[in-house]
């Protein structure tokens, strides 16, 4: 996701963040967005689906944009992933502004 952020000249985010009790995967704090990265693997089964979504949840509660995004999104879409952060990231910075 780093890489595809470098080739697509979208600003860097931070990588492992804590925000409460949750680790979120990509974190642009002044924009408000937090990128998730999910693979089949780690977050296959009825625990993981339920946990993510309440994450998520929490998440939203707290103000931020959430966006998850697959493995395969990656590997077979990464100009569609890149343009849909893109354009999280242009949402967030005209909100911070008005603010």
């Known amino acids: 996701f780093l890489l595809l952020c470098r080739r697509h000249r979208l600003s860097e985010p931070k990588v492992n963040v804590r925000i409460g009790k949750h680790l979120v995967d990509f974190f642009w704090r ?13 977050h296959r089964g009825r625990v993981a ?3 993510d979504r309440a994450r998520d949840l929490d998440l939203r509660a707290r103000g931020f944009d959430v966006l998850r995004i697959s493995e395969k999104q990656l ?5 569609r992933v890149a343009d849909v ?15």
């Open 30 to 42: 002044e924009r408000g967005l937090v990128v998730e990265t999910d693979s089949y693997l780690y």
């Open 75 to 79: 590997e077979e879409d990464p100009e």
């Open 85 to 99: 952060v893109g354009r999280a990231l242009r949402v967030g910075a005209d909100a911070a502004e008005s603010r």
């Open 49 to 51: 689906f339920q946990d």
